[in-house]
DNA sequence: CTGTTAGCGCTTTCAA
DNA sequence: TTGAAAGCGCTAACAG
């Protein structure tokens, strides 16, 4: 691998003129230019990205940590994240914390180890505390799906509780009186949220909150099946369920069509994300889509526009708004 | 950020002696060690990752090249890599190449520029030759799903020709007699391989292969719906259908359901790779199971065995064979 | 067992 | 506009 110093000797000039052809900062005169490019060329000379790290204190790094590298919902966020920061010529360092505090911490040092530029977190596990602090070290901290106060402009989320609400809305205004809810692990912001939505449409409908309709799951799909025949087996009658995420959703479908129930005939259910696999369920799932893909973009727009100050990108938004996708697993009420 | 040199004032060592205990190869007094280890705790010390690898040659980062972030399939991939690395304190730099010639060379550039110490790759677009330079290189190519015999010990890949040939095998048990293929993109080695192991199973059992019950999708949900009504528009008739994996499977079930057509009744349905949701389908999809995760394993232990010298790491095997997962999409033929 | 001393390849003042 | 030179923080001979 050739080097800047070998590059300076075959164009006849210096460390330094070579290192500012590169980095096109300042001006260099046109044949001296062109002079260094040809040796680059003929030499095949790549910089070497570590040794610019060092010297400058810039590692072009930005690392994201997210729950779990598999799945619909972190598979959309790595993707877009990945896409646009790549584009930059930034590059993505992914580490998946699995919702656990300890490993969030491990996760978020091993990326603070490396020297990250910025770090987007999608972060379930650790305390508010501990991100406010991490955000007065070195590195940039942005947060996905998650909102704290006093770093708010660099927090980046749906608005979890109208989601939840809007689903409920719609069982509600397809005539559903008995509502089952099968929440996230309620230690979650968000799945607490969603659950709060849910309550404040029941509220506004003058429905009372049935404590024996609530089942916690914890975003997985297996949870989902069992939530269901929980709720089944207690006896309460309802007619439409709502599940905190489509995973879920789609292991109570499951789970209802083994115990005999007729989906949406007997048993309405709407689910949450409206992830891709959504609409190959069988019925298509009613969800509520979660703009995670949109995340993504404003999180990795913030780092490009506030990290490394590149211009002409868009200020972007912190909140994102949910919406209802009326798919064919929500009917009317029998 | 304290440095290496303000530790080794604090404890009234050598720089290099601080170098020594924090890599532990080379014996050092137990007292020196203890004084160096109290600077390092009271200064909050953490080596500089970036000035390591400069210095060393080595920058204790692999670089990851997938299709995409996104899909069940790269998901249970990336999870086992970054899980088996990240233990070992390796980095793991993802990249997405879309199965693009281009992009995949350009995301291989870019882990190259980042000067990983290996490269670990699920290239589909580029070419053997492509590939062999690329090995010849300073960073260790390792392939998944896809073998060059050129330099097999570096390739770990599943046995797809015998995967294609077990999922027609078992329609051919269930008494099929006429059974559509919906395969993968045939630029593709492993859509070729599926294909061939088709192929061959209807040969064993003397029946000839019918171009008309063959229809060429590119391995996404939507392409498996519309290679189903291609070969229904087609009026051939046919009782089973295999598709080259799960997420077309899960596309033409879909379409499937809206012709009207009952699965498994009138026509059984059989994926390929066992991905996570394909239980959850509705009919529950006999599959093959695509040892996925077992390959990315192996992968990552190669690496750490061979790149960084780890002992005691199992060395891989190179070749996964594929099984049979029946659930309840195939059934016998009417 | 420990210290001295060159670098690793590049950026960035500071002068010229 | 260009060059000289001092680092960035660490590793790795080489001596002692």
Redesign the pocket.
Known sequence: ?A???EVSKAA?????????V??GN????E???NKVLKAMTELG????AI??S????CSNSVGLLVSALHGSFFGDMMSTVEDVLRRAGKHVVITAGHSDEEQEKQAIEFLLDRRCDALILHAEAVSDEYLLELAKGDAQIILINRKIDAMSERCFYTDNELGGYLATKAALDAGHKDIAYISGPLFKGDAKERLAGHQRALAEANITFNDALLVEGGYHEAEGAQGLEQLYRAKHKFSALICANDEMASGAMTAARELGIAIPEQLSIIGFDNVLFARYLYPKLTTIDNPIRLMGEAAAHWVLAHVYQQRGVAEPRNLFAPSLVARDSLVSAP
Chains 1, 2 share one sequence.
Do not use: H
Request: a positive charge.
């Open positions: 691998m080097t800047i110093y006849g000039v210096s460390l330094a003129t070579v290192s500012r590169m980095n300042v001006r260099v005169s044949r001296t230019r000379y790549k910089p070497n040794a610019q060092l010297a400058s204190n």
